[in-house]
């Protein structure tokens, strides 16, 4: 799905909130999913202005799960292990971005090349 805007956050949060109760999450694990999903949607609108979030269903030595695939055409990132750092922000805010959703989720992978954008990609495994 396209995100360019806070409308498609708030969007892009649902519908993982939505997958993950059809696949039978508890309702904390899909407001976790939904977190991470507002906080990769919401790096995208702030950084790269536009990008596409993409949801499927995860499945991984008979675990069921969500993946999440944030992907932006923006300006990348300088430093990825700086970014992911506890208490790192650029924006002002409090620091709680990227670390914040690898923390969320149980596989969290990023590739960064500036000028070229970046991707995200998450797991989330059913409990």
């Not at 360019?4 to 904390?28: F, K």
């Not at 596409?52 to 695939?69: D, F, P, Q, R, Y």
């Amino acid at each position: 799905m396209p995100i360019a805007s806070h409308l498609d956050i708030v969007v892009a949060r649902e519908r993982g909130r939505i997958l993950a109760a059809q696949l039978g999450c508890s309702p904390t694990e899909a407001t976790l999913i939904a977190t991470a999903i507002s906080e990769l949607a919401r790096n995208i609108v702030l950084y790269a202005s536009h990008g596409e979030i993409g949801l499927t269903v995860a499945n991984g030595g008979g675990k069921l799960g969500i993946m999440v695939v944030a992907r932006d055409k923006g300006p990348g990132i300088a430093d990825v292990s700086r970014a992911v750092a506890d208490g790192y922000s650029t924006s002002g805010g409090l620091g709680i971005g990227l670390s914040g959703v690898r923390r969320l989720v149980d596989e969290f992978e990023i590739s960064s090349e500036l000028g070229k954008g970046t991707t995200v990609t998450i797991k989330r495994w059913k409990r």
